[in-house]
């Protein structure tokens, strides 16, 4: 190799880097820049995940993500909330399966702690893309009234609750919400699917 072509390949390597230097904060910038007035992601609320990590609600975006809520002592609804999520996976392609994320936040923060977070996680087959997560109950008020969830705390310790999966597009707004449990319902899947364009 010439000393011309070396000085052409050192001049085009630094350009690379320079050009790489001022992407950068221009990705960064994308990545947190404010979401859009219909988002959920406006809400300013910090959770803690399964793993006892803290994390923005705000720190999804950018990926297309499950939402519902729950709390770990239900019996019966709660586990088929989860079930319906687990068969709305399913019945996804697996390009669209392996993008998306799941969020489940606890509307019981006294009792769901991160450590039972994660005993129910790995009771209910909840890997990596899951978050379970927990907040203060105000916090949990707040997520609740985004999402369109409704819950009272009964007399006995335990809820009353609406039963609402949420799918969130990557700007965390909700492109569709489904209250039907069990079977994956088309209505969410066909809003996934309008999220992986062709």
């Keep these: 190799m010439t000393d011309l072509s070396l ?28 979401p859009p007035s ?13 793993d006892g990590k803290e994390f923005q609600l705000a720190s999804l975006q950018g990926t297309p993500v499950l939402a519902s809520m729950f709390y770990t002592s239900c019996e019966m609804v709660c586990p088929m909330i989860f079930e319906t999520v687990h068969s709305t996976l399913r019945a996804l ?8 994320r799941m969020l489940m936040v606890s509307f019981d923060p006294p009792r769901d702690t991160p450590a039972v977070l994660k005993k129910y996680a790995e009771v209910h087959g909840c890997d990596g893309q899951w978050l379970l997560a927990r907040g203060d109950e105000a916090t949990a008020r707040k997520v609740a009234a985004v999402l369109n969830i409704q819950y ?6 335990e809820f009353n609750h609406s039963t609402k999966i949420a799918v969130l597009d990557r700007q965390g707004r909700i492109a569709a919400q489904s209250g039907k449990l069990a079977a994956a319902d088309p209505v969410l899947l066909n809003a996934v699917h309008k999220l992986f364009p062709a």
């Design 152 to 157: 009272r705390r009964l007399t006995n310790g």
């Design 93 to 100: 392609p697996p390009a669209e399966r392996s993008a998306m």
């Design 7 to 34: 000085k052409r390949r050192s001049a085009l390597l630094s350009f690379g880097a320079v050009a790489a230097a001022v992407a950068m904060p221009r990705l960064a910038r994308a990545v947190q820049a404010t």
């Design 38 to 50: 219909d988002s959920i992601y406006r809400l300013q609320a910090t959770l803690v995940d399964q």
